[in-house]
């Protein structure tokens, strides 16, 4: 269960380093407003989002079940 929780928690270390090389790519390829940046941005957003919920779900499940 150890192993399980602490992956999820490496999970989350590992979607963030990719969101933050995809911000800085689409923040690299201009400044000025466009759709597809932040749909881009929103989508690596929304990664950690699921990242996050995941720890809290397996951590909930690892010490209460």
């Not at 749909?39 to 990664?47: M, T």
Request: hydrophobic share 60%; with cysteine.
């Amino acid at each position: 269960a150890k192993a399980v929780m602490i992956g999820s928690l490496m999970l989350v270390l590992v979607v963030e380093i990719i969101n933050s090389a995809l911000e800085s790519v689409v923040n690299r390829h201009g400044t000025e407003w466009n759709i597809h940046a932040k749909l881009a941005k929103d989508a690596g957003s929304a990664a950690v989002f699921v990242a996050c919920c995941n720890v809290a779900i397996v951590w909930l499940l690892c010490l209460f079940f």
